[in-house]
């Protein structure tokens, strides 16, 4: 095969990433949302572009990040919000809300299928049942919910969302935010004159509009907590507030703010149809918004484009192109297969890096906050440690383990993001001092090596099993990998699990307490332990090391994850009930794969077929 083909290969992949970078146009007739979804807000305890906030709150209602309408067509979330905030008839009849228990849909007297998309104008007759219901559900224990209750509960919780993201800029029935605001503001301007200057109070009309208006700005403003008005330049932080705060606020003599501003034309161009004032208005008031808070403004821009790029996800696609072409390589065109599976391996690090980088970036923090971050950093530090492995035994092994590692951890994490911000502040408990980020990397790369330790032993398993490739020298190739790895293992848990108790002494006042997480990070640097002394002692050869590095991965699975759905300890950031049956199922499935290791050496294919070669040679015919 042509040496260029994998750069050739490469370059092609490149193009791909690169294409991805380029932001899609919109039709001629139709709003661009580009610059409105770049647009800061305040929410969930951080500054955030629109598009997160839309992307989120679609992925916790209808489990995906863009929507799907009747017509077949896709909507963005950036214009899905739009559509929302300013045009609700109409975004009320979108397909928004993901039913898939067939008692919530019968207990609405639909016809029950798998799942269904429900708009919010259908279920608008329903909400007091759905309250109820999901009150009650609210009220057990997340461990004791059935699935109906689960269903009615996440569904509760998502029309709790929609709702208060539709009165983020003002409240229902508003025709024209924007005079409505500058009648107020004209109101209040003339009333507190006329007190000042004649002592006398406002007429009776100027009153009932003044009280009528600050009657619904503090209902919109307890009603929401997305905070869409910015300080003035100068401003911190702390200083954002809603709309109908702002408003309430407003002095005199003060003009109405700039945020509050840009958001009323919006408001009133996109209910007029007037897609070029409203892209207008946008970009004029995120070069507003640039001057005035510089600070903010590059990380808000950033996570748009991150938003848009979706490096973990094309991290996915590039792990499994790997993977297929390491595997190709062990039958056709080795070498230029091999080198091609390669190329892509390290081009989807070099991805998933950028992707775990930008979250650092963009939350001024370690690589490992939560769970979801924890996924995306095990499967990147197996991708190291594989990549050096591939380097000292050329076979393509170390690109299919890392591959298999990093496309299921981050799928892990994508599964993990489906409850909203990923880039939420961080836990009361992980509180970040130098201990604590030490201490979380580095048992998080323990992990790392145990899981890709635990893929080898796999590959080991299943190609003797099922194929004829396991000879004696890839056999030893594999254990001198497994046994390699899990050394890094075991040193990198132990020290991880003393940064810990060093880090819970500080935080905690005291070394060791027994939590559940302790106990698990003990867990597995005593099964690695146990590990190397049974190969040292000579317990345990080839088929035992892998028997017990497979269950290593349920051990691992169980610390990383298990721990947490306890709902005990300090350690406890929730029970998540649709995990839980698969992380089981993960480990009642390693501990089945760990026994076909104790199959006799006939049931090995690789070992019947070494068998044959080895009589043949000898001159003796093939056992029937």
Aim: charged share 15%; glycine share 8%.
């Amino acid at each position: 095969m042509n040496r260029s083909l994998p750069y050739l290969i490469l370059l092609v992949a490149v193009i791909w990433l690169g294409s991805l970078w380029i932001p899609k146009t919109t039709k001629a007739d139709d709003f661009d949302v580009s610059a409105f979804s770049c647009l800061p807000v305040l929410t969930g305890g951080r500054i955030k572009p629109l598009d997160t906030v839309a992307r989120n709150s679609l992925l916790i209602m209808s489990r995906k990040q863009t929507l799907k309408l009747a017509s077949g067509e896709s909507m963005s979330a950036s214009r899905w919000l739009a559509e929302l905030w300013f045009n609700p008839r109409v975004a009320d009849t979108y397909p928004t809300f993901y039913v898939a228990n067939q008692e919530v849909l019968g207990m609405f007297g639909w016809p029950q299928a798998d799942k269904r998309y429900c708009t919010f104008a259908e279920l608008l007759p329903k909400l007091q049942k759905i309250d109820e219901e999901g009150r009650a559900a609210a009220d057990k224990n997340a461990k004791e919910r059935s699935p109906f209750e689960v269903a009615i509960y996440d569904l509760r919780n998502s029309l709790l969302l929609y709702q208060q993201l539709e009165l983020s800029i003002h409240w229902h029935g508003t025709e024209n935010f924007g005079k409505e605001i500058d009648t107020y503001a004209a109101t209040l301007a003339a009333a507190t004159a006329k007190l000042n200057q004649s002592q006398t109070p406002p007429d009776k009309d100027q009153t009932a509009l003044l009280r009528s208006a600050a009657a619904r700005y503090e209902q919109q403003a307890n009603a929401t907590n997305v905070l869409a008005v910015s300080p003035p330049a100068g401003g911190k932080e702390g200083d954002w507030r809603s709309t109908g705060a702002a408003l309430m606020h407003l002095g005199a003599a003060q003009a109405i703010p700039a945020s509050l501003a840009a958001f009323a034309d919006l408001s009133d161009a996109f209910r007029a149809q007037d897609a070029a004032t409203f892209s207008r208005v946008a970009k004029e008031y995120s070069g507003w918004f640039s001057i005035a808070h510089p600070e903010w403004t590059g990380r808000t821009h950033f996570e748009q484009l991150f938003n848009q790029v979706e490096p973990f996800y094309q991290g996915m696609v590039l792990y499994v192109a790997a993977f297929l072409l390491a595997c190709s390589s062990w039958l056709v065109c080795p070498r230029s297969l091999r080198k091609t599976a390669l190329l892509l391996l390290m081009l989807a690090f070099a991805v998933h890096s950028f992707g775990m980088f930008s979250r650092m970036y963009l939350q001024s923090r370690p690589p490992v906050t939560n769970l979801y971050s924890s996924a995306i950093f095990v499967g990147w530090g197996a991708a190291i440690i594989a990549m050096v492995l591939e380097s000292l035994f050329r076979y393509g092994i170390g690109t299919a383990c890392a591959s298999v590692v990093g496309f299921v951890t981050l799928l892990i994490a994508h599964n993990l993001g489906s409850n909203g911000d990923t880039l939420e502040m961080q836990q009361a408990v992980l509180d970040s001092n130098l201990w604590l980020a030490t201490h979380v990397v580095v048992i998080t790369l323990g992990y790392s090596a145990m899981l890709l330790a635990g893929v080898l032993a796999l590959t080991y398993v299943l190609v003797g099993l099922v194929t004829t490739k396991l000879t004696r020298e890839l056999a030893q190739m594999l254990a001198s990998m497994v046994y390699g790895v899990m050394c890094f293992a075991t040193l990198f848990s132990f020290v991880g699990t003393v940064l810990g108790g060093i880090w819970a002494d500080q935080s905690w006042g005291r070394f060791w307490g027994w939590d559940p997480k302790e106990n698990g990070a003990l867990l597995i640097v005593l099964w690695c332990a146990l590990i190397l002394h049974a190969r040292w002692g000579g317990m345990i050869r080839q088929r035992g090391l892998m028997a017990m590095v497979i269950c290593g991965n349920a051990i691992t699975a169980f610390s990383w994850f298990g721990v947490n759905m306890l709902g005990i300890g300090l350690h406890t950031y929730g029970f998540m009930s649709k995990a839980f049956p698969w992380l089981m199922s993960f480990v009642v499935l390693q501990v089945l794969l760990a026994l076909l290791t104790r199959l006799p050496a006939s049931r090995w294919r690789s070992f019947r077929h070494a068998e044959r070669r080895v009589l043949t040679a000898a001159g003796f015919d093939a056992p029937v």
